[in-house]
């Protein structure tokens, strides 16, 4: 894992923080991330 | 609002110097589109004392959001080609707009990051209600757009008391509307709701800008601020601005059902907010 994607999972972690029994949002934060990363992958190319 | 919520509001009512109002032309304006019986003509006159709202609301017609091929350089054809309500939507922006200008030249919230979260709020609700042929499309980027104007509306007319708001819910990790309660007493739902009913703005806009963190509250109108209450949090997560938190707030799972929605149908639609929400830059002035 790079550094730019630990900085994407940790804000995402921070922002999502006390919904974990929450299903649903659980299943956004991995579509967020996923999205975000391969943002970030696109635009350093 | 219970009596203790209501007597905190009454006092933080009190504390607002300068408490904005829409310009009396807006309001002849609205009247005359409020009016079934009224014509593109009387609009046209109706604005013809007002060039910056004429020339403000043609700029918007003619920006890629509507993407129309030819230039509509008057109102009649405006009005006759949109629609009263998309016009009305327009001028209530636009107005909306200057009122937030009128108040403290220093801001709290990051009003670059606020009103990107907001065009994105506006903008995702607008697609998801379209992906699942859901509420008038006009109406939900309007009602996402606006879905906050409590916080900006605090941040420009009661300042100095909003700025500890902001340092509060960054120090305790808490969601702004919190942070809100606990130093005035109430929400920027509550001040958004005096504010709908002082301008008598539509009763679907008044739903979402009330209810949006709470949408089963919001009877006939619980769709559209349903649409507003998940546009918010999908627009949170994929950072698009900034609101004044970085959190996310609970998921209303009732509302989420009434939609049928699921997480893919959301993961699907990205490329399409993402698009839109270039084309809907227009909406936001240079100097909000």
Known sequence: MTEKEKEIRDSIERRFKGHENDEILMAL????????????????? | MNKTAADAFDDLMGRMEDLPSLPSTVVAILNVLNNPESSATELSEALRHDQSLTARVLRLVNSAYYGFPRKIDTLRKAVTILGYTTIQNIILVTKI???????????????????????????????IG???????????F????????????????LHEEYEKVIKVSQKDNIL???????????SHEDLGYWLAEEWNLPLNLTAAITHHHDPSQSGDFVVATSLVHVGDILVRALEIGNGGDDLIPPLNHKCW????????????????????????????????
Request: hydrophobic share 45%; glycine share 10%.
């Open chain 1, 29 to 45: 934060k991995e579509i967020a991330t996923s999205h975000l990363i391969n943002q970030m992958r696109k635009n350093d190319e």
């Open chain 2, 142 to 157: 309007l009602a996402g757009l606006l879905h906050d104007i409590g916080k900006v509306i605090l941040d420009a007319f």
């Open chain 2, 176 to 186: 702004l509307f919190e942070a809100e309660k606990q130093i005035l007493g109430a």
């Open chain 2, 130 to 140: 379209l992906k699942l042929g859901m509420g008038d499309g006009e109406e939900i």
């Open chain 2, 97 to 127: 707009f200057e009122v937030i200008r009128s108040g403290s030249k220093e801001h709290s919230l990051n009003r670059k990051l606020f009103w990107r979260h907001a065009l994105g709020c506006g903008v995702t609700a607008q697609t």
């Open chain 2, 257 to 288: 059902g009434i939609l049928g929605l699921r997480p893919k149908i959301l993961e699907d639609i990205i490329p399409d907010i993402e698009a839109r929400l270039v084309r809907a830059q227009a909406f936001i002035p240079d100097d909000a």
